[in-house]
């Protein structure tokens, strides 16, 4: 399928999905939030897909919303989700998905790597949350998800001064989990996205989702989680698979079953 802002490239069980509005630097509106959502749950549910990488086209990742689009709004029912709404259902996956950000995040293109589970960024990469320098409040859940990423007193600085950040004091901070040159980017978030897929499906996806339950939850309820996912996943054909690859001392190949 042909989309309008964004492309779509699969393989190897890994499908990237790139933000592909260059000229206005991948900034995000309403057609490309929807077509994000549609490819992404779709991928989600694709067993061929194992892990999806989100960049961008050019030289930003995502400038953030597009304030200022060419052409007029169509008309949306007035229970249509507005952006915010629509990135975040986008990226309400049970799949790991990988940033890698080549370039200016800013605002929603900020905010929107907060809810992907491994960022790796160019150091031609920077960073904004300018949301109080513009009158507003941040959005996306970053205001739970960043000072759990950050602390609290970075997570403040950060979004009470609006101010850019570079590159290596993204990683610094943890921001982002690696920093490297811009000519490795692509390579380095391909060698992430393999190791993934390469492992059993099913394990990474239960894995993220006990991390992503643990944010908010207590210690007896994720001992709880844990207990149940061990028993489900120790019946799986990967679970044997893996045994058996152990003992024989060779590589094993995960089906997802």
Known sequence: MTYDSILVDKKDHVTTVTLNRPDKLNALDLDLADELHDVLHAEDLDDDTRVIVLTGAGRAFSAGADLRPSEPAQPRSSNAPNLADRLYQALDLEKPVIASINGVAVGGGC??????????????????????????????????????????????????????????????????????????????????????????????RMNKKGLRLGIGGDLQSQLRYESLAIARLSQTDDAAEARAAFREKRDPVFTGH
């Not at 905010?111 to 949301?131: G, K, V």
């Not at 403040?156 to 609006?162: N, P």
Request: negative net charge.
């Open 111 to 204: 905010t929107m790597t907060l809810l992907c589970d491994i960022r790796i960024a160019s150091e031609n990469a920077r960073f904004q949350l300018p949301f109080t320098k513009l009158g507003i409040c941040t959005e996306l859940g970053s205001t739970f998800h960043l000072p759990r990423l950050i602390g609290l007193g970075k997570a403040s600085e950060l979004l009470l001064t609006s101010r850019m950040i570079e590159a290596p004091e993204a990683g610094e901070i943890g921001l982002v989990n690696y920093v490297v040159p811009a000519d490795q980017l692509e390579r380095a978030t391909a060698e992430m996205a393999a190791t993934i897929a390469a492992l059993p499906p099913m394990s990474v």
